[in-house]
């Protein structure tokens, strides 16, 4: 019964290699987001989908690419993997300007 | 550049003690938000106050905005050890795009 989930929750992989990560959601939501927190707990919002659509892409590098299947289901592949990207990703979800319901996090470590 | 501004950074209080933290931002909003994220966890929604909201409650949690200053404070009442984590205010504008505060790590000592 989770409502957003996230795999992998732990991610080590080495500089140059391209991972994914998967993002769903059974809450009914039209909208979901990637979030990068940093080692100083910033939040940053990368990217923000409403029903497969994408509506936010906050200057990140083209090595992220986000892609929806369907309005339950957010991945974001990352090619070339650079050590600056080690962070905890998190995906969430909302319907509209309501709150953010986020999932448990992906720990990145780029080695 | 990051919307909402957070103090205190870390909060330190024994438990029953009231804990208050403040959150400033630049901008117009829609509402804000405040979010509270365990150690190792993802954020979990406390509160929604709208822009033509003062003041609200959901249990030991107070709100208030004040629009004028740009700024709204949390508090958190008769406070539990299990109320340790790090809490996050957010701002929403335009359009779904929810900016984060710097946050503030609170730690309540039995």
């Known amino acids: 019964d989770t409502a957003v989930s996230q795999t992998p929750k732990y991610l080590v992989t080495q500089m140059g290699n391209d991972k994914s990560i998967k993002c769903e959601q059974n809450?009914?939501?039209?909208?979901m987001y990637w979030y990068k927190q940093d080692s100083k707990k910033f939040l940053k919002i990368m990217f923000s989908?409403?029903?497969?659509?994408?509506?936010i892409n906050e200057t990140v590098p083209n090595r992220f690419s986000p892609k929806s299947p369907d309005k339950a289901h957010l991945n974001l592949h990352i090619n070339s993997l650079e050590l600056g990207d080690s962070a905890v990703y998190f995906c969430?979800?909302?319907?509209?300007?309501?709150?953010?319901?986020f999932g448990p996090g992906t720990r990145l470590t780029v080695l | 550049s990051q919307q909402g501004e957070e103090d205190p950074q870390a909060l330190s209080i024994q438990e029953g003690e009231n804990a208050t933290m403040n959150c400033s931002y630049k901008t117009s909003i829609n509402n804000l938000q405040w979010y509270r994220q365990n150690s190792g966890r993802g954020l979990v929604h406390l509160i929604l106050i709208r822009s033509n909201e003062r003041e609200k409650h959901s249990g030991r949690l107070r709100v208030t905005l004040d629009t004028s200053k740009k700024s709204s404070s949390l508090l958190i009442t008769a406070s539990r050890a299990a109320d340790t984590a790090s809490y996050f205010c957010?701002?929403?504008?335009?359009?779904?795009?929810?900016?984060f505060g710097t946050g503030t790590r609170l730690q309540v000592f039995p």
């Open positions: 969430a979800s909302s319907q509209r300007v309501t709150e953010q319901f």
């Open positions: 809450l009914g939501h039209d909208t």
């Open positions: 957010a701002t929403l504008y335009n359009t779904d795009k929810l900016i």
């Open positions: 989908y409403n029903n497969k659509e994408l509506i």
